[in-house]
């Protein structure tokens, strides 16, 4: 099916476990992005990527590894958990449109995961 | 550090009457913004984007632009119960490649 996808869904982990949030669409969307939502902060930036092999850190990128071999994966690994992680996690991906030298860049995200650092 | 504020809520609105939510945001060269509507448990969709002064309508929401005050609001009109809803504020700040910085929310209550 056409779209971003994420998963797990959720996810049960014990601190200092290694996880990994798979993030996958179907547009050729070349921006991709990780963020996490907590109560009282919103959606924060963790990483992003403009393209293949390209990515770089957002605002809490600390704890955070990504990777993105391919334009239609973004994957998220947490090489150590903590409990300070357990949050939604959030893909997303938006395409670059010019219209009137105006870049009109829509972000659409897929469902979440539940993670929960025990 | 470049900011977008909402106030939180709840914003309890009676069914069939204009919900109104503001957003401020702290750079004047911004140039592209949105609306996205998020229920509890679920993630964002957008349900506005707009890029220049002025409003934009479609169907009951309009959005609107004033970019020397620096703000952007969302009326919802004849408001039904299935807003409800948190309604987050995004923004494209220029320079930023194509990172939206998001507001926290603000949580809209329509009541019967």
């Known amino acids: 099916d056409a779209g971003i996808t994420q998963s797990p869904r959720y996810k049960i982990t014990e601190t200092g476990r290694q996880v990994t949030l798979m993030c996958h669409q179907t547009?050729?969307?070349?921006?991709m992005f990780w963020y996490r939502q907590d109560l009282g902060h919103g959606l924060r930036l963790i990483y992003y990527?403009?393209?293949?092999?390209?990515?770089d850190k957002g605002e809490v990128p600390d704890g955070y590894v990504v990777s993105r071999s391919k334009t239609e994966n973004f994957p998220l690994t947490l090489e150590s958990a903590t409990r300070s992680q357990t949050s939604v996690y959030f893909c997303?991906?938006?395409?670059?449109?010019?219209?009137?030298?105006?870049?009109?860049?829509?972000?659409?995200f897929g469902a979440g995961t539940r993670l929960s650092v025990l | 550090q470049k900011e977008v504020e909402q106030n939180s809520g709840p914003l309890s609105v009676p069914e069939g009457a204009i919900a109104s939510l503001n957003c401020t945001y702290s750079?004047?060269?911004?140039?592209?913004f949105f609306w996205y509507r998020q229920y509890s448990g679920k993630s964002p969709e957008l349900i506005m984007s707009?890029?220049?002064?002025g409003d934009k309508e479609d169907g009951r929401f309009t959005a609107q632009l004033n970019k020397a005050s620096q703000y952007v609001s969302l009326l919802i009109r004849d408001s039904q119960p299935s807003d409800s809803a948190t309604y987050l504020c995004?923004?494209?700040?220029?320079?930023?490649?194509?990172?939206?910085?998001f507001g926290t929310g603000t949580q809209l209550k329509v009541e019967l």
């Open positions: 547009w050729s969307h070349s921006y």
């Open positions: 707009i890029y220049s002064n």
């Open positions: 997303a991906s938006s395409g670059l449109g010019l219209a009137g030298g105006l870049a009109k860049n829509i972000q659409y």
């Open positions: 995004a923004v494209l700040f220029t320079g930023g490649g194509n990172k939206l910085t």
């Open positions: 990527s403009a393209a293949a092999d390209i990515t």
């Open positions: 750079d004047r060269v911004s140039q592209s």
